[in-house]
Every structure is written in C-alpha cells, then in structure tokens.
C-alpha cells in the first residue's frame, strides 16, 4: 500500500467553484500533515498545515481525520490562479527526514 | 531574498559521466534535504543532512553522494550518470529540528542523461 495516496486528477472546474481534494495515508503514526501547493515546472511550496481540529486560511480549508487516516483541503471561489498541482505531504516521525510526498492532485480552473 | 540556490538549472550528462549539482541556502537552517521528481510521481528523498558534517541516506540514495562541510551548502554527487537518473532535482531546506516545518525549496536542478 503506498504511503500517502491522492487522486492524480486532473479536476478541471469553472471559476468560482468549490474544489475538494482527499489524501489518506497508511501510517498511523503520522505526526504533521501539510498540503504543498506546485506551480508547473515550479519547486513546491507550503500552502498550509493541516492541524487536527481542522483550519481555514482565506478560501483554503484543511480538515484532518486521524480514526480514517484522512486529509482533505477545499477550496471556495476558485480562482484561475489556483490552478497548480496540490501535494498531499505527511510527516511520520519527528526524525527531521520522514517526509512523504503524494504524486499531487492537478487542478485546472477555467473561465 | 535568496533562500535556497540550485546550480545548474538545466544539465545534459552523457551516460557515464559525473557531475555535481550545488546548493546554498542562506537562512541557517539546520536540516537539508536532496529529493528527486519523476514525471507524475512524487518527490523521493535522496540524501538528508541534519547539520555540518552529518549525511545520512533517503529512500533512493544509490548512484548519489553528498557531503555537509558548512551550514549553508548541501552538494549532491552523480557518479557514473545512468538514464536512470534522469529526472528534476530539488535541494530543500527546513528550520526546526523536532519535527520538519515549512519546507523551502530550491528552483530545481533539470538533469538529462543520455
């Protein structure tokens, strides 16, 4: 079973809709979730943690179920600018080297 | 605001050649980090580092060598290149030492062995 699971996608959606992607993840001694947000042919970068009581920043909304090993982040009013590929990333131990990295949703908003 | 530096961006290696791609970041982080990114798959450790003088192995280390000297720079050795290693790399850096925290990365390496 891989490690940290998403759907590739590609989701293409109209601006101004509400987007959702999940990740599940096969270790239940993660520690540190966060999506990373990767433009194309750009380097990865931090969108947001996702903390367990759940959090919003802006139009971004992550939510964390540790019982079903569950990520998902939502976005509200997508906008063209959104369009990028999302990683799911997932942090085992607190060793400084368990990252795990999802292969990204791709989200393409239209007009 | 610099952050994390890649050289160089784009490389074309014959098969059996050797190279080395640099990295420097000028945040004094600790922890650095060499990952691989192939086509639709996610980004695979290679090579770690936890502070000056200290390497340790990722996932995907074989064919790969680093070496921490200073703070700031974080060189990945290919030896022997193969097509296998063809692929984007990315050199990361990260503060905090319990537990990872924001990852920055570097622009990316694109490296094509023929």
């Known amino acids: 079973r891989k490690e940290v699971e998403q759907d590739p996608g590609p989701f293409n959606v109209p601006e101004g809709a509400t987007v959702a992607f999940n990740c599940t993840y096969s270790?239940?001694?993660?520690?540190?979730f966060f999506w990373y947000r990767q433009d194309c042919r750009k380097e990865p970068k931090l969108l947001m943690s996702?903390?367990?009581s759940g959090n919003e920043d802006g139009r971004f909304t992550a939510q964390l179920n540790r019982a079903s090993q569950y990520i998902s982040l939502l976005i509200r009013d997508s906008k063209l600018s959104d369009s990028a590929t999302y990683l799911c990333v997932v942090e085992f131990s607190n060793s400084g080297y368990a990252l795990n990295f999802g292969k990204g949703t791709s989200l393409l908003v239209t007009p | 605001n610099a952050g994390v530096t890649q050289t160089p961006k784009f490389r074309i290696l014959k098969i059996g050649q050797s190279m080395t791609l640099q990295c420097a970041q000028d945040?004094?982080?600790?922890?650095m980090y060499w990952y691989r990114q192939d086509p639709g798959m996610g980004l695979k450790l290679i090579y770690y580092?936890?502070?000056?003088?200290?390497?340790d192995k990722g996932e995907v280390p074989n064919g790969y060598n680093v070496s921490r000297s200073t703070t700031e720079d974080f060189p990945l050795r290919l030896e022997l290149a193969a097509p296998s290693q063809t692929s984007v790399y990315f050199c990361a850096s990260s503060e905090k030492t319990g537990g990872i925290g924001e990852l920055f990365f570097g622009e990316g390496s694109r490296l094509t062995v023929l």
């Open positions: 270790n239940s001694a993660s520690q540190s």
């Open positions: 945040m004094n982080h600790n922890y």
């Open positions: 580092s936890v502070g000056a003088g200290i390497t």
């Open positions: 996702v903390y367990s």
